[in-house]
């Protein structure tokens, strides 16, 4: 059965830095494709970053660019978001989920199958 599970989130100062992970079980995870989302109270869920395979190129929302980074260990069967220089903006509930690698044609809510329960992450001082 696949599941993913994620963990990493908590309150941080901004400028400060928190790491996410999401371990998937029940599928070879070097066949599906990972992506990285966030909702923040009152709106709609929004891609952050997404790989289809390693080795591709992983798209990054504007907004994070230079600051989060997604890496993913096949064997390991586990996926990583890296956050830095947080800001209050950042501050959501984030979900990993993955998809067969050939169906995501973009990083967005609609083309990703499977989701986990997400992890909060809260940026104030």
């Known amino acids: 059965q696949l599941q993913l599970v994620e963990s990493g989130g908590g309150l941080v100062q901004p400028g400060g830095s928190l790491r996410l992970s999401c371990a998937v079980s029940?599928?070879?995870?070097?066949?599906?494709?990972i992506g990285w989302f966030r909702q923040a109270p009152g709106k709609e869920r929004e891609g952050v970053s997404c790989?289809?395979?390693?080795?591709?190129?992983?798209s990054y929302k504007r907004a994070v660019k230079g600051r989060f980074t997604l890496s993913r260990d096949n064997a390991r069967s586990m996926a990583y978001l890296q956050m830095n220089s947080l800001k209050p903006e950042d501050t959501a509930v984030y979900y990993c989920?993955?998809?067969?690698?050939?169906?995501?044609?973009?990083?967005?809510?609609?083309?990703?199958?499977?989701w986990g329960q997400g992890t909060q992450v809260t940026v104030s001082s």
């Open positions: 029940g599928i070879n995870l070097d066949q599906y494709a």
């Open positions: 989920a993955v998809s067969p690698y050939w169906r995501p044609t973009a990083c967005k809510v609609n083309d990703y199958e499977n």
């Open positions: 790989n289809r395979v390693s080795g591709a190129d992983t």
